[in-house]
């Protein structure tokens, strides 16, 4: 082997090391926000209550996470045209991160004691919404703001 590919190879490591940097600032996205989206299916009836129970509760917590930095946004999203199988409401909350397992859990315990509620309460409450409201599923999606 020649000394010329010798140092060719001994380099190209270092070669790409520089360059990645470089290729990344180039690239043309930079992420952005997080946009959780829950979709739910409403009973007929129970349209009225659900609406009363987002614009109490749900808001409440809401309002709640956004004073304390924890979200920046939230929405209740209506399916206008809603085809076979989607959901009727979409429950949009958008947030800068995701917080780690320690964070989850003082979080947790902060809304424990805004609610003035034990799990066992809150999960019961979640429960009794069930009689007209199903949770069918939701989506992480993350922005990608174009530079």
């Known amino acids: 082997m020649s000394i010329a590919r010798l140092a060719a190879m001994a380099a190209a490591p270092v070669l790409l090391a520089v360059a990645a940097p470089a290729m990344a600032q180039n690239y043309p996205m930079e992420p952005g926000d997080y946009v959780e989206m829950s979709g739910l299916t409403i009973e007929d009836g129970g349209a009225y209550e659900y609406a009363t129970y ?16 924890w979200i920046k946004d939230y929405k209740v999203m209506m399916n206008v045209n809603k085809r076979v199988g989607e959901p009727d409401i979409y429950l949009v909350t ?5 917080p780690d397992a320690a964070e989850d859990m003082r979080r947790q315990s902060a809304y424990r004691d805004m609610m003035k509620q034990s799990d066992a309460q809150m999960e019961a ?3 009794d919404r069930a009689k007209y409201r199903k949770y069918v599923g939701s989506m992480l999606l993350r922005e990608m703001k174009l530079k």
């Open 54 to 69: 987002l614009a109490g509760m749900w808001k409440q917590n809401q309002e709640f996470a956004k004073r304390r930095g």
């Open 94 to 98: 958008t947030f800068s991160s995701m």
């Open 125 to 127: 409450a979640s429960g």
